[in-house]
């Protein structure tokens, strides 16, 4: 069975940093592009941050480029997303997920059950 865990989340004042990580069980997903996705309460869920296996290049939304860092772990089968200078509007449930291909944008096909990041004084 697969599975894909997240942790890290939590609460952080604004400016403050988190880092979330993400294991992957069940299969490798080291010739796979992951991916960091998030759903703020009342908004759809979007795209944060991805990255290739070949390569390791890497795409980010427009709102966390220059704050957030993407990197992966082939050999332990982790992906994690490095969360600095967050804002409130940061806020949202963070979800790990696994592309179909090595590429940016790709279908997902499995996705974690979220971590929950809140950013609040």
């Known amino acids: 069975q697969v599975q894909l865990v997240e942790s890290g989340g939590g609460l952080v004042q604004p400016g403050g940093s988190l880092r979330l990580s993400c294991a992957a069980s069940?299969?490798?997903?080291?010739?796979?592009?992951m991916a960091w996705f998030r759903q703020a309460p009342g908004k759809e869920r979007e795209f944060v941050a991805g990255?290739?296996?070949?390569?390791?290049?890497?795409g980010y939304a427009d709102f966390v480029k220059g704050r957030f860092t993407i990197s992966r772990d082939n050999a332990k089968n982790t992906v994690s997303l490095q969360m600095n200078s967050l804002k409130p509007e940061d806020t949202a449930v963070y979800y790990c997920?696994?592309?179909?291909?090595?590429?940016?944008?790709?279908?997902?096909?499995?996705w974690g059950q979220g971590t929950q990041v809140t950013v609040s004084s």
């Open positions: 990255i290739r296996w070949s390569g390791g290049s890497t």
């Open positions: 069940g299969r490798t997903f080291s010739r796979n592009a």
């Open positions: 997920a696994a592309a179909r291909f090595d590429d940016l944008p790709s279908p997902y096909d499995y």
